[in-house]
């Protein structure tokens, strides 16, 4: 076994060990079971979307040039010389001084240009419109091909998929989808004193919150999750755990057991196994320092540490973009773009790791506000009131009161 025992690395430095691990298998999902999945190919449209030239409000198509001049007081008068049936291709050419009533969606017909909304128009008689408002070339109107063009690529592979991506490839016919496997994620909590939910903590116990909050955000990040239950500090039982997981899982989460201590089982066990590389063992950054990345033949073994506060932002901003790369995804802390917002209170910091402070965001006359939450990292309360994490660089002592800061979404 090679070992990199306590030697701490940054952040940037772990991710850089991501390109040690092999990305997962591809499979083909149907679209309706294509939301939150990561492609694994780049898209390319087939056809223009949109198909045709069509309108986007109810009125009457038109030529833009026989409206100009348009006013309430001096309204264009044209011919009524059809109507546009939804679904079908009029069989209508607009020649000058014609028009043609259009549903929203309905196709403009053959010379038309753009549409007047029926809102400035009346209907004098069933064969002539009066027009009170000119209208522009291709006003009121989507072309062929205004989404995207036959041959364009559409979605990079590694695009997470949204709703808007499945309305995208929807149109686009695409019935099946190229995306990569979901990932197994096996959930291990350590510790003699932890007990499972449902029994009542005697004195010196707790319940098991870690292996529940991990893997709700494990399915929150596309993940499947694989709660395997419960480990006491005895090296037998957690390896039978963590042999388990080497056979059905493609990551496995160990909360406790990785610092240290003399009771610390963690990296002895993964030592134990064949072909096993200990890459991370110490994070420069708080909380979460004792963290530990082992790579035992294909798979991922992360040891968390005990505390909840201290494994989930762990999860956040190590764990997660894990997933993502090995998703095919893009690397991403939180859920979008941070949120700008300027600091309630100075913060005070230490040089050489990063702190992730959490907070809770409130608006004001001048701006959104992240107010510090402060507690111990075995306090769950400190998680739940946060809405964010911020980021305190490693070579800063801290952050001043209404200091602009970057609140990365949780």
Known sequence: MKTGFFKVKT?????????????????????????????????FAEEDLPSFTRSTVDGYAVRAQDTFGASESQPSLLEIVGEVDMGETPPL?????KAARIPTGGMLPAS??????????????RKSVAISRSVAPLENVVRTGDDFRAGQEVLHAGRRLRAQEIGLL?????????VRRQPKVAII?????????????RPGELRDINSHSLAAMVENCGGVPLQLGL???QFRELRDKCQEALGRADICLISGGSSVGSRDLTLEVLASFEQSDVLVHGVAISPGKPTLLVKAGEKGFWGLPGHVASAMVVFQVLVRPFISYISGAELSLGEGRPIQARLSRNVVSKQGREDFIRVKM?????????????????????LVHAEGLVCIDRHAEGLYEGEKVEVIRI
């Open 11 to 43: 952040r940037e430095e772990v991710w850089d060990k991501f390109q040690q691990f092999p990305l997962l298998d591809l499979e083909e999902v149907s679209l309706g079971l294509a939301l939150n999945r990561v492609l694994a190919n780049s898209i």
């Open 93 to 97: 050419e607009l020649s000058n001084g």
């Open 112 to 125: 038309s240009d753009s549409v007047v909304m029926v809102e400035y128009s009346e209907e004098l008689d």
């Open 170 to 178: 929807a149109g686009l016919g695409l019935e099946r989808v190229p």
């Open 189 to 201: 909590s350590t510790g003699d004193e932890i007990v499972p939910v449902e029994q009542k903590p």
């Open 231 to 233: 480990a006491p500090d």
């Open 362 to 382: 409130r608006e004001e006359d001048d701006g959104l506000k992240a107010d510090p939450i402060f507690g111990e990292s075995a306090l769950i309360s400190t």
